[in-house]
T-cell receptor
Framework: DGGITQSPKYLFRKEGQNVTLSCEQN?????MYWYRQDPGQGLRLIYY???????QKGDIAEGYSVSREKKESFPLTVTSAQKNPTAFYLC????????????FGQGTRLTVV | GQQVMQIPQYQHVQEGEDFTTYCNSS?????IQWYKQRPGGHPVFLIQ?????EVKKQKRLTFQFGEAKKNSSLHITATQTTDVGTYFC??????????FGSGTQLTVLP
């Protein structure tokens, strides 16, 4: 089945530790995105990538890092510099740019204690 | 940068009543997309509108794109319990990225 997979679904980390969230897609999409969702708020863009080996900061990139070494994969690292990392993280992909629909993964709920 | 405002933030309706959520952009949009997120789930694409003044229907759902391409609405006729969830609009702009509204969380009371 074609789709976009995020793992794990739930993740717990201690404060001060870096953590990497996985996102893989087999839809052959060029564009991939990371969003953060907090209760009562919309989806805020962290980073996006339109092509392999290239990515751009979104609205809330501070404290996060990404890589795009393969078309299928767009991992997100939440660093210790992120002041409030507990949130629901959603990865999405789309064909060439955002004038086509975005397909979302199931999300990873990160809790930092 | 581009901002997309969505109202209301919450809406409780009795089953069978109608529901509308509104989306307004600070800039002209190239397109508007609508997504639905069920409780505990992830957003799922519903529809995209591209043309000024466009109206599209999906069964009980009616989507409109304003003449100036800066606002949009989603109207649900005769809500059902299966309509429960958060509805997001997302505006496409010149930066080739989607800007999501804050969403409207719909509760349908049986």
């Amino acid at each position: 089945d074609g789709g976009i997979t995020q793992s794990p679904k739930y993740l717990f980390r201690k404060e001060g530790q870096n953590v990497t969230l996985s996102c893989e897609q087999n839809l052959n999409h060029d564009a991939m995105y990371w969003y953060r969702q907090d209760p009562g708020q919309g989806l805020r863009l962290i980073y996006y990538s339109q092509i392999v080996n290239d990515f751009q900061k979104g609205d809330i990139a501070e404290g996060y890092s990404v890589s795009r070494e393969k078309k299928e994969s767009f991992p997100l690292t939440v660093t210790s510099a992120q002041k409030n990392p507990t949130a629901f993280y959603l990865c999405a992909s789309s064909a060439t740019g955002m004038n086509t629909e975005a397909f979302f993964g199931q999300g990873t709920r990160l809790t930092v204690v | 940068g581009q901002q997309v405002m969505q109202i209301p933030q919450y809406q409780h309706v009795q089953e069978g009543e109608d529901f509308t959520t509104y989306c307004n952009s600070s800039t002209t949009l190239s397109n508007i997309q609508w997504y639905k997120q069920r409780p505990g789930g992830h957003p799922v694409f519903l529809i995209q509108l591209v043309k000024s003044g466009e109206v599209k229907k999906q069964k009980r759902l009616t989507f409109q794109f304003g003449e100036a391409k800066k606002n949009s609405s989603l109207h649900i006729t005769a809500t059902q319990t299966t309509d429960v969830g958060t509805y997001f609009c997302a505006g496409g702009g010149s930066a080739r990225q989607l800007t999501f509204g804050s969403g409207t969380q719909l509760t349908v009371l049986p």
